[in-house]
């Protein structure tokens, strides 16, 4: 049996939700949703928060740095909906013994948060979980650390570029694969493409099956990846 593609809500149902929002993640755990991307970074007093972006201008109604701010300031804020910005401990109260594949990424490939990888990783391994996690990250040197730590999780390396050696690569770094935003044919390692929101696009990946899609609109791509392979 050829193995399908996973489908991955990038940020939750963006389509729907705000992105990264508890309201979003929440209605994708509730819908059956195969997999949950989330990207990770740390407030001024260590609490690992929700958001893509290092600041809090575009998705909220402040302004400035994740890290400049406490969590109980950051809480004045809300995004589009009227929710404050999630904590990571909110979302996995969320997906706590769920069927959902789970992809955190590390935002850390511009500012590197003082032992993110510490506090994020004792978080994830204290909480019931039906999969293995997926770490993912630009920052190559926040997946080696995290390798120190929990040697025997899911690291995946995130990349625009096109890898000239990816056999090599993910051998060299013991990865478990890598995440492209482009489709790399003959490659016989894990790919997981972001992100994909032309039917076009999926039919192709869904069709060469690689590992996984990162989509806004999961709901989309699930019909489409069910009538492609209706028994």
Not at 113 to 127: F, K, Q
Not at 204 to 219: M, P
Request: one cysteine or more; aromatic letters at 10%.
């Amino acid at each position: 049996m050829v193995k399908q593609t996973v489908v991955f809500g990038h940020r939750g149902y963006p389509a729907k939700f705000p992105e990264n929002s508890l309201a979003g993640f929440t209605y994708a755990v509730q819908h059956q949703i195969e997999g949950l991307e989330f990207d990770v970074h740390l407030t001024k007093d260590s609490v690992p928060v929700i958001m893509h972006d290092e600041k809090i201008n575009r998705t909220t109604n402040g302004k400035g740095y994740i890290r400049d701010y406490t969590l109980a300031e950051l809480r004045q804020f809300q995004l589009a909906n009227g929710d404050p910005v999630p904590t990571l401990a909110e979302f996995l109260r969320v997906v706590a013994n769920q069927d959902v594949q789970l992809n955190l990424e590390f935002k850390t490939d511009k500012i590197q948060y003082p032992n993110i990888e510490r506090i994020v990783l004792g978080m994830v391994h204290a909480t019931p979980l039906r999969h293995p996690v997926i770490f993912s990250s630009f920052h190559l040197p926040t997946i080696k650390r995290c390798q120190v730590l929990a040697p025997d999780e899911l690291y995946c390396w995130l990349t625009d570029r096109r890898v000239k050696d990816p056999v090599g690569l993910v051998a060299k770094e013991h990865l478990a694969g890598l995440h492209l935003s482009h489709y790399q044919d003959d490659v016989p390692v894990v790919e997981r493409i972001w992100t994909v929101d032309s039917v076009k696009q999926a039919t192709k990946l869904f069709n060469d099956h690689v590992e996984g899609i990162f989509t806004d609109d999961f709901v989309t791509m699930m019909d489409l990846k069910h009538q492609l392979f209706a028994e």
